[in-house]
DNA sequence: TAAAAAGTGGAACAATCTTTCATGCCTGAA
DNA sequence: TTCAGGCATGAAAGATTGTTCCACTTTTTA
């Protein structure tokens, strides 16, 4: 499905990873070709799904979530089944921003999202342990976001 | 900083986080205002900040970065320098996404994104292992991305 | 080597964004 | 209650930008 990308393809995708809102004359001029060819690069990679959406990013703060946690989560292994229903569970909670099935001592790390230590501990006891198969949890606090989510390095 | 939102400031945000690039027309008709509104209240967001910034999703796939890493990470307690400067090298450090300094068993947990195994074992090795005042990293390899940067539940 | 396919830039056209302006709606003071 | 001030709103004009067409060049394939 991802086809070859050369220099300019590269370019164009660092770029709109920056700003995804540039306009495609600024763009054409940075990556040193025409505005039609531009144009047409730039569909070209949206239509090959090497960029996946546009979106923008806001400031949790903003919103009221400025709690930020970690979970470790254990899960009994008895079906395999039960890994799909957890992560079906998973995706049904919009609170959970990020999980990620790793090896390990852990099973999956989540990362939540929500307004203060309150609503997590209501989540965390009514929605988190209650999920399909869960054994155990271990919930980090951020304390810092140092980064978050950053650009990839193209 | 982040000022009242009401209502259709929030349905704006959320619909820019599905798409960024949606243009101010259709987001003033699913706001159920006129562009002219819809064009301030939209700017009005981004220089207040609620919006950081506006980015292109790349599939990790097509930029060969199929390998996701996370990074739980011990430092030594001597200095208070030390997170200081641990945290500055690895906003240095491109191939790491994500660094939150957590409360529990590790002092961080790093997201790191590389090309394969091999690669990431000379980042550990060459990079990771010697940032200032490391004591001990644990790394768990993701092996599937059940969810990976979901929108903000606004 | 030649034909076909794919990529390119300039220019015209279409669509979009951005500003202006007159109006209406709150809020607070008299 | 009444009035003035500030602020938000929508319609429309003007400025900018996106999109397509075309002739031409480069690359690929047979």
Same mark, same amino acid.
């Given at each position: 499905?991802?086809?070859?990308?050369? =220099? #300019?393809? !590269?370019?164009?995708?660092?770029?709109?990873?920056?700003?995804? @809102?540039?306009?495609? &004359?600024?763009? /054409?001029?940075?990556?040193?070709?025409?505005?039609?060819?531009?144009?047409? =690069? #730039?569909? !070209?990679?949206?239509?090959?799904?090497?960029?996946?959406?546009? @979106?923008?990013?806001? &400031?949790?703060? /903003?919103?009221?979530?400025?709690?930020?946690?970690?979970?470790?989560?254990?899960?009994?292994?008895?079906?395999?089944?039960?890994?799909?229903?957890?992560?079906?569970?998973?995706?049904?909670?919009?609170?959970?921003?990020?999980?990620?099935?790793?090896?390990?001592?852990?099973?999956?790390?989540?990362?939540?999202?929500?307004?203060?230590?309150?609503?997590?501990?209501?989540?965390?006891?009514?929605?988190?342990?209650?999920?399909?198969?869960?054994?155990?949890?271990?919930?980090?606090?951020?304390?810092?976001?140092?980064?978050?989510?950053?650009?990839?390095?193209?």
């Amino acid at each position: 499905m991802p086809e070859d990308l050369d =220099r #300019t393809d !590269r370019r164009i995708l660092r770029l709109l990873q920056k700003d995804g @809102r540039m306009a495609n &004359a600024d763009l /054409a001029r940075k990556v040193n070709i025409s505005a039609a060819t531009c144009h047409r =690069r #730039t569909q !070209r990679l949206f239509e090959a799904n090497c960029i996946r959406a546009v @979106r923008a990013q806001v &400031a949790p703060d /903003a919103v009221d979530l400025s709690t930020l946690a970690i979970v470790g989560v254990v899960l009994d292994r008895s079906t395999s089944d039960s890994f799909a229903a957890f992560e079906q569970a998973v995706r049904e909670t919009p609170e959970i921003l990020d999980c990620h099935l790793v090896a390990g001592d852990f099973d999956y790390f989540l990362k939540i999202r929500v307004r203060d230590m309150e609503h997590f501990n209501r989540l965390h006891a009514t929605r988190l342990i209650v999920l399909p198969g869960v054994r155990q949890t271990r919930t980090f606090f951020v304390m810092k976001e140092v980064v978050d989510n950053r650009p990839l390095d193209i």
